[in-house]
């Protein structure tokens, strides 16, 4: 019987001195419910418990006297911690327990370590075992013992966070990327919404953005602000309608329901147009205001309107069409004066003439009605020009502004002997148009038709309904009128509509021409919207057709109409 | 046709060439025919010996024509008497400030003959 001093330090306490026997340790290890084994200084085991048996599936009496501790861990023959604290083969403690071993802080002379055991139990096992040095009351180690702790659940859990903690670290950079990314693109849009936004504030025209029916103001831009003496601030959020009351022409207010804004939100497309808009203090200008709708996901939420303050546009166009009436007024003296006189001697009232003074003053005459001619052309092409002649839309017949235009020319078809032939389908509908733009599109074609067709001609005037729009959508009323005239030669046809033009078999024919008949009749007919097209053929005859859409013209204000011309 | 008594016209013209050459010609077709060479002159002649229908040009120094016309309907000696405008101004607006001012027709000088105005004065009068 020996004594055993454990070297244990159980915190300041010494244990006690008196021995213990050994019927007791055994007794102590036996009963642990700690897996534990006692080697001797032979490393034979002399203690293998009853924890550690059922443990590691080895019973006491297999290993008992044996030195194979080592194979309850190992599946080949190693040193076990004990093993080496008996040989003091301490610096194989590293070597062996690499990463993995610790030297106890409480125990003196004990090292434990942490390791998984692949061959034990069904997958392996960390365990979590400590060894000490036993030696004898001379301080000479006689064995060691080893205890053993299954800390796989433990180990496993740590595992488990590790992992998770990975995870959530993969999870954090990612977001961290995802993040600057979107710093990234915010700054982008930031940038893009500046430089917007600076593109709107400084572009010239008025600009202001309104959302909703109520035509709340969201945004204006500075041209927007000097316009109307408001400031950003003072009127965002505000209804456009109470801010800038809208007039028209003969001054009456806009109602709301009728202003651009509204008719956007309708799905209407107004054209431009010009309207009368109340600054901030009382005062009125002329704007010419563009909306369009903003559409968002599919719904019209608001609109953007552009605004243009033409109060000079409009005094340069007044001045430009009271200087062409004057001048026109001036120049139309002289003719006056000529057409007069001219008349009053062919009707004999100063005394008779001979034969070849009644020539040369009918010349006179005629000459001179050209030129009046002349002059209320010019008057109609600057009109024509601005784009500044009414469109005043009637329902009108286009039958009996037809008949009525051929009858102006009775004497001249009668003094050409010409075969004049009207046909006008039955029951063509009427068509909104200005009464006077189509009188001067008809009077142009019916008196081209005359001059251009020589003696004993035939010309034929025809309104029917066709059965396809040329633009598409619906029937046409198609006016043509045809004549076995001179023709159109191939090589002018192209310049037929130009300003002053006169192909040069016309010339020939008729020395009074303007060359703006065609211009003018052109003009019209492209500001009203509808087409004009021609057949010719030199030496044969021209026809020329003029589709009416069932529509007609739409009303346009303007300056003044057109003048008839003279016959 | 009225015979007894020969009818007024009152010319208001600032071009005295064009007014003797209208006037000869409403004289020979059998009218007594008085000339004003501006608006001023027109409202006194009107007032002195009324006419039966005015002939009144538009653009005249002292009194233009569209001035004449309102004071003339303005007072109650003229507010029934037939005025033709007769001018070579041809625009929508000046058209439609005559009617509203009054006036009973709008012709342009230049696009009527001397026989053609003769023949719408003598309708006028008819009606």
């Not at chain 1, 945004?219 to 028209?248: H, T, Y």
């Not at chain 1, 009207?422 to 142009?444: G, H, K, T």
């Amino acid at each position: 019987m020996g004594f055993f001093n454990f070297g244990l330090k159980e915190k300041q306490e010494k244990p006690p001195a008196h021995k213990i026997s050994l019927e007791a340790l055994r007794g102590i290890v036996a009963g642990s419910p700690i897996p534990q084994f006692v080697i001797d200084k032979n490393h034979a085991i002399i203690y293998w418990n009853g924890a550690l048996a059922e443990y590691s599936g080895m019973r006491a009496d297999q290993m008992i006297g044996t030195n194979h501790q080592w194979q309850a861990f190992y599946g080949y023959e190693r040193p076990c911690l004990a093993d080496l604290l008996i040989d003091r083969k301490l610096a194989l403690i590293p070597r062996l327990y690499k990463g993995k071993y610790s030297k106890s802080k409480l125990v003196p002379e004990a090292y434990s370590a942490t390791d998984f055991f692949p061959g034990m139990g069904r997958a392996g096992k960390w365990l979590y075992f400590t060894a000490c040095p036993i030696r004898d009351s001379k301080g000479e180690i006689i064995g060691a013992v080893e205890t053993l702790e299954d800390v796989s659940d433990r180990k496993k859990a740590e595992i488990s966070i590790k992992n998770h903690v990975g995870k959530l670290q993969k999870s954090k950079e990612a977001l961290i990327l995802a993040i600057r990314d979107l710093d990234t693109e915010k700054i982008k849009l930031g940038k893009e919404k500046a430089k917007a936004e600076a593109i709107l504030m400084s572009i010239g025209d008025g600009l202001v953005i309104t959302i909703g029916k109520e035509g709340k103001i969201l945004l204006i831009n500075k041209a927007f602000e000097r316009m109307v003496g408001w400031s950003e601030q003072e009127i965002v959020g505000k209804s456009l309608f109470d801010v800038m009351p809208c007039r028209n022409e003969e001054g009456g207010l806009i109602p709301p329901e009728k202003r651009f804004i509204s008719l956007v939100l309708d799905g209407e497309n107004p054209e431009t147009a010009t309207f009368y808009y109340s600054r901030r203090d009382g005062s009125c200008f002329p704007g010419s205001v563009t909306v369009s709708e903003i559409e968002f996901e599919g719904e019209k939420i608001g609109a953007v309107s552009v605004l243009r303050d033409v109060t000079r546009e409009m005094e340069i166009d007044r001045a430009k069409t009271e200087f062409i009436s004057l001048a026109s007024h001036q120049l139309r003296d002289a003719p006056t004066a000529i057409s007069w006189c001219a008349e009053t001697l062919l009707a004999g009232s100063l005394g008779p003439l001979t034969e070849r003074q009644k020539e040369y003053l009918e010349e006179i005459y005629r000459r001179n009605r050209s030129a009046i001619g002349l002059i209320n052309d010019l008057l109609n092409v600057s009109r024509i020009d601005m784009g500044t002649f009414i469109i005043d839309p009637e329902n009108i017949s286009l039958e009996d502004i037809c008949r009525n235009e051929v009858k102006q020319f009775a004497l001249a078809i009668k003094e050409k002997k010409l075969d004049l032939t009207e046909i006008y389908q039955d029951n063509l509908p009427l068509v909104a148009a200005d009464p006077q733009l189509v009188q001067v599109v008809f009077q142009n074609l019916i008196s081209n038709a005359i001059y251009y067709t020589g003696e004993g001609g035939r010309i034929k005037i025809e309104i029917r309904l066709e059965a396809d729009s040329v633009k598409g959508g619906g029937k046409d009323i198609v006016v043509m009128v045809s004549d076995t005239g001179y023709g159109i030669p191939r090589d002018q046809q192209a310049k037929i509509f130009e300003r002053m033009f006169r192909a040069d078999n016309a010339k020939a024919v008729r020395s009074g021409g303007s060359g703006l008949g065609l211009y003018v009749v052109k003009a019209i007919l492209d500001q009203v919207g509808w087409v004009i097209r021609f057949e010719s053929q030199e030496g044969k005859g021209t026809v020329f057709y003029v589709n009416i859409p069932l529509t007609g013209m739409a009303k346009r204000e303007g300056q003044a109409k057109l003048t008839r011309g003279v016959v | 046709m009225g015979l007894d008594k020969k009818k007024k016209i009152l010319i208001i013209d600032d071009e005295p060439f064009l007014a003797r050459v209208l006037s000869d010609k409403l004289s020979a077709e059998g009218f007594l025919v008085a000339c004003a060479k501006n608006g001023e002159e027109g409202l006194r002649e009107v007032f002195k010996d009324r006419p039966d229908i005015v002939l009144l040009d538009l653009v005249m120094p002292k009194m233009d024509g569209m001035t004449m016309l309102k004071k003339l309907r303005r007072d109650e000696r003229g507010r029934d008497l037939p005025v033709i405008v007769f001018s070579n101004l041809n625009n929508d607006k000046i058209m439609n400030e005559s009617f509203a001012s009054g006036a009973s027709d709008f012709l342009v000088k230049v696009n009527n003959s001397l026989d053609g105005v003769t023949r719408i004065i003598k309708s006028r009068l008819d009606s």
